[in-house]
């Protein structure tokens, strides 16, 4: 069998520039899972492959899609998947297998048809792709009938979420505005890329809200020599935007929110909850607190903001909010 090795620019002179726009690998080894991040031109090829993902099954836990951007994830591992040309049973694409390999992440995929042209030859060049192998020749006729398979090389990144809150006051300031720029700041580091921010409605009756009483969770794919320097910028972006006498910030390192560290955290849109409560939760499940001035009231939010950094549109809704039937999830 004669393996085929292939950098992005090789790909892309071979079969012309095609449409995936990012390709990203994280991995929670003592988890044992991986969260990978695909971006493409538009959103109805991602759909298109998050369901026929889905149904083959393989070493894939669950897809989500949004906007033109899927989010999969995975146990570590091979496996074969119930592939073939779609049907009822099997899907038209797959991923069967994630490993690591140093610093670096190897992800095995297959795919029949237009969907084998879509693992082959386009996903192959998008941007993060350190380089492919092909199986055999036959591997490299996309398109028509042809199936193929393809190893993708990718560098290696861990999952890192924060939590702010409590950094305005009554006179001005708005903790969102002070989680997006330390994001943004953050993400212009080598070795650092801003995934998402997520904005966390609380409970509205707590005696140290400034207005609305929401925190901001931010999250980042970062390159296992990084995670200093992001820590580092994304305090010091807090502590020279901060305003108030009690912000908190929480750090949690890993693929996955426990379900034990959620319940925490739809709790707080639902009741107040103690401080001790709080410091309890953040040591039984590994979340750190980094205090600009002593454990103050900000840690509440900041912890919640981290407990439910992967939820949807509910997080930025009021405990049975009458907005959320009316947003389509």
Same mark, same amino acid.
């Given at each position: 069998?004669?393996?085929?090795?292939?950098?992005?620019?090789?790909?892309?002179?071979?079969?012309?520039?095609?449409?995936?726009?990012?390709? *990203?690998?994280?991995?929670?080894?003592?988890?044992?899972?991986?969260?990978?991040?695909? $971006?493409?031109?538009?959103?109805?090829?991602?759909?298109?492959?998050?369901?026929?993902?889905?149904?083959?099954?393989?070493?894939?836990?669950?897809?989500?899609?949004?906007?033109?951007?899927? %989010?999969?994830?995975?146990?570590?591992?091979?496996?074969?998947?119930?592939? #073939?040309?779609?049907?009822?049973?099997?899907?038209?694409?797959?991923?069967?297998?994630?490993?690591?390999?140093?610093?670096?992440?190897?992800?095995?995929?297959?795919?029949?048809?237009?969907?084998?042209? #879509?693992?082959?030859?386009?996903?192959?060049?998008?941007? #993060?792709?350190?380089?492919?192998?092909?199986?055999?020749? /036959?591997?490299?006729?996309?398109?028509?009938?042809?199936?193929?398979?393809?190893?993708?090389?990718?560098? *290696?990144?861990?999952?890192?979420?924060?939590?702010?809150?409590? %950094?305005?006051?009554?006179?001005?300031?708005? $903790?969102?505005? %002070? /989680?997006?720029?330390?994001?943004? +700041?953050?993400?212009?580091?080598?070795?650092?890329?801003?995934?998402?921010?997520?904005?966390?409605?609380?409970?509205?009756?707590?005696?140290?809200?400034?207005?609305?009483?929401?925190?901001?969770? +931010? $999250?980042?794919?970062?390159?296992?020599?990084?995670?200093?320097?992001? +820590?580092?910028?994304?305090?010091?972006?807090?502590?020279?935007?901060?305003?108030?006498?009690?912000?908190?910030?929480?750090?949690?390192?890993?693929?996955?929110?426990?379900?034990?560290?959620?319940?925490?955290?739809?709790?707080?849109?639902?009741?107040?909850?103690?401080?001790?409560?709080?410091?309890?939760?953040?040591?039984?499940?590994?979340?750190?607190?980094?205090? &600009?001035?002593?454990?103050?009231?900000?840690?509440?939010?900041?912890?919640?903001?981290?407990?439910?950094?992967?939820?949807?549109?509910?997080? /930025?809704? &009021?405990?049975?909010?009458?907005?959320?039937?009316? +947003?389509?999830?």
């Amino acid at each position: 069998m004669l393996l085929m090795k292939l950098e992005p620019s090789q790909v892309k002179e071979k079969f012309g520039p095609l449409f995936s726009q990012r390709l *990203l690998t994280m991995v929670d080894d003592s988890r044992g899972v991986a969260e990978i991040i695909e $971006t493409c031109a538009v959103r109805g090829t991602i759909e298109w492959d998050a369901v026929n993902r889905c149904r083959a099954g393989g070493i894939i836990e669950w897809c989500e899609v949004e906007g033109t951007t899927m %989010t999969m994830r995975a146990r570590l591992g091979v496996q074969k998947a119930n592939f #073939g040309p779609a049907d009822s049973e099997m899907g038209g694409q797959a991923l069967e297998g994630v490993t690591l390999d140093g610093d670096t992440v190897r992800t095995q995929w297959a795919g029949t048809g237009g969907a084998g042209l #879509g693992v082959a030859a386009c996903l192959t060049q998008a941007p #993060g792709v350190l380089y492919s192998i092909y199986p055999s020749e /036959a591997d490299l006729k996309v398109g028509g009938s042809h199936t193929n398979r393809v190893e993708i090389v990718t560098p *290696l990144y861990e999952k890192v979420t924060i939590g702010v809150d409590d %950094t305005d006051n009554k006179d001005g300031g708005a $903790t969102w505005v %002070t /989680a997006l720029k330390a994001s943004k +700041i953050a993400a212009t580091l080598p070795g650092v890329q801003a995934l998402n921010l997520r904005l966390i409605q609380l409970c509205p009756k707590s005696p140290n809200k400034t207005t609305n009483c929401v925190s901001s969770a +931010i $999250t980042f794919a970062v390159r296992p020599d990084a995670y200093d320097t992001l +820590i580092n910028s994304v305090v010091d972006t807090v502590k020279a935007e901060n305003k108030s006498e009690e912000p908190g910030i929480a750090v949690y390192r890993g693929i996955g929110i426990p379900a034990g560290l959620k319940e925490f955290g739809w709790a707080t849109k639902r009741q107040l909850v103690s401080m001790a409560d709080v410091n309890t939760k953040a040591q039984e499940f590994g979340v750190e607190f980094i205090d &600009l001035m002593g454990p103050k009231a900000g840690r509440i939010g900041a912890l919640a903001a981290v407990a439910l950094s992967e939820e949807r549109a509910e997080v /930025a809704a &009021l405990h049975e909010d009458k907005a959320l039937p009316l +947003i389509r999830r």
